[in-house]
């Protein structure tokens, strides 16, 4: 072997990247409130496919006490895309945002029918994926919740409470 094949760039998918990459996100997001219990979450959810995995940062973007909680889950579906990406599968990842001006009520509901629009497309999208890349995203995804469950139960911040004395039914710390 020449020293030129031994420096030539590695194509496909590499396993290590996974759990590095799901630590990097769990330390990003360790200071959220509750945000990391949605690892948990992730995982469980997997089992309802890519498009249901997907569509859940958009509930809870729209749930104003929920934005973080949202902004992690996209993250998580960003950073499989460019996982997948190595591996040569194209995972979509359309912005759903609609950029219409929102100010009178016709503008805010052509703006809501717009971003409609772009989910039901993305939707499509993620529906109409080779069946192999889809159960290769399915897996890889498994795969990596699994290593953001890991790292959450290492990095989650725990509030801990030490009672000292309870006097008369209230607590002295």
């Known amino acids: 072997m020449t020293l030129a094949q031994d420096h030539q760039p590695q194509t496909g998918w590499n396993p290590y990247s996974l759990d590095h990459d799901a630590q990097e996100l769990v330390i990003q997001n360790r200071d959220q409130d509750n945000v990391l219990n949605e690892s948990h979450k992730m995982r469980m959810s997997v089992a309802y496919g890519l498009e249901r995995f997907w569509g859940e940062h958009l509930r809870l973007l729209s749930d104003r006490n929920s934005q973080e909680k949202g902004r992690y889950w996209k993250s998580v579906w960003d950073k499989l895309e ?3 990406k ?10 759903v945002k ?3 001006p929102d100010k009178t009520k016709e503008e805010k509901k052509r703006k809501q029918e717009d971003e409609s629009k772009k989910i039901k497309a993305m939707a499509a999208r993620i529906w ?3 069946i192999e890349d889809q159960r290769v995203a399915l ?6 919740c699994d290593a953001l469950v890991w790292w959450t139960q290492r990095y989650k911040i725990r509030m801990v409470i030490h009672l000292r004395s309870l006097k008369n039914g209230k607590i002295c710390l």
Do not use: G
């Open 98 to 100: 609609s950029n219409l």
């Open 86 to 95: 190595t591996a040569d599968i194209e995972l979509p990842n359309d912005s």
């Open 128 to 130: 109409k994926m080779p």
């Open 82 to 84: 460019a996982i997948l």
């Open 139 to 144: 897996m890889v995804l498994t795969q990596f």
